[in-house]
């Protein structure tokens, strides 16, 4: 399960979570579900529990247009996106390009769009869309525009997830609409996974963000869904705990890279019919499992 499927890579994004994410879903015996991701992103855990034939379909959205064309584009382009992935040039020249489609959406296609998020996905920091240019614009830096641009992992990753198309449904909305006209109307055998925004430094990692009344407001809306099993992943910070203080949850700490390795509190949220396994194939989940025994009680 260790290789990557997605092709984007996204700040603080939770595919190495996908072996806790199976664990939850075995557990609760929804294997072959569907599975939702109502703030997408670059799918990983999504596209990992697809491929490896876990969940029959999945549920991708984003309010994002710019993710969300990128989606749309390699599902429904897909020779077109990887012969344009073929021939692309990893140039500060061509950098600029695609950093001016991403700037005014509008005046472009959802192919460009697409492939501009795309683009700069793979040759900025981090991921990042606005995050600068890896190795600066003089190209000076340790590591150059082309470190993360593999061009025929790419296209196999492309390939495999659109070979996978039909059982992969993408939106476009904004999670509140998503939460309001789709989720009230899915099947008892959906398990949804909900990894919003982080609280703390996300307007300077998403072109979509959340302010602190938002965060709330989500919380109280995802709190109110009992028709299907969920779980959340947010930085552990004390208004997030706070907002989902009735919850079962616990405290674990995750790696990610955004600039630099760092290792910082993230916190699980469970509905409450969540059944939640007392062990787990990911030693920094077993150890927090271990440490919050409360969170196998009915409701914390």
Request: proline fraction near 4%.
């Amino acid at each position: 399960m260790a290789k990557y499927r997605t092709p984007l890579r996204y700040p603080g994004g939770k595919q190495k979570l996908t072996p806790f994410v199976l664990e939850l879903i075995i557990a609760n015996g929804m294997e072959g579900c569907q599975y939702v991701e109502p703030y997408a992103g670059g799918a990983g855990v999504a596209m990992q529990l697809l491929i490896d034939g876990h969940v029959k379909n999945v549920h991708l959205n984003d309010s994002s247009y710019h993710i969300y064309a990128f989606w749309h584009s390699i599902l429904n382009n897909t020779e077109k996106f990887c012969n344009q992935i073929s021939k692309s040039l990893l140039n500060i020249d061509e950098w600029k390009k695609h950093r001016e489609v991403v700037r005014h959406p509008s005046e472009h296609s959802i192919f460009d769009v697409g492939f501009s998020t795309f683009y700069l996905n793979r040759t900025n920091r981090s991921g990042v869309l606005t995050g600068g240019v890896i190795g600066g614009l003089s190209q000076e830096g340790k590591w150059k525009i082309d470190a993360r641009f593999p061009h025929s992992e790419l296209i196999n990753r492309i390939e495999l997830i659109a070979s996978k198309k039909d059982s992969i449904f993408v939106y476009n909305k904004d999670a509140e609409v998503f939460f309001a006209e789709n989720v009230i109307a899915f099947p008892e055998d959906t398990f949804m996974y909900c990894d919003p925004p982080y609280f703390d430094k996300a307007s300077g990692l998403y072109l979509n963000y959340y302010k602190p009344e938002d965060h709330e407001r989500i919380a109280n809306t995802i709190q109110t869904i009992d028709n299907i099993k969920w779980i959340v992943s947010y930085d552990g910070v004390e208004n997030i705990l706070s907002y989902y203080k009735n919850r079962k949850k616990f405290l674990y700490q995750l790696q990610y890279n955004v600039a630099k390795v760092y290792k910082g509190n993230e916190v699980f949220i469970f509905s409450d019919d969540m059944v939640i396994p007392r062990d787990s194939g990911l030693n920094y989940i077993s150890h927090a499992l271990k440490n919050n025994p409360q969170v196998f009680e009915a409701r914390i």
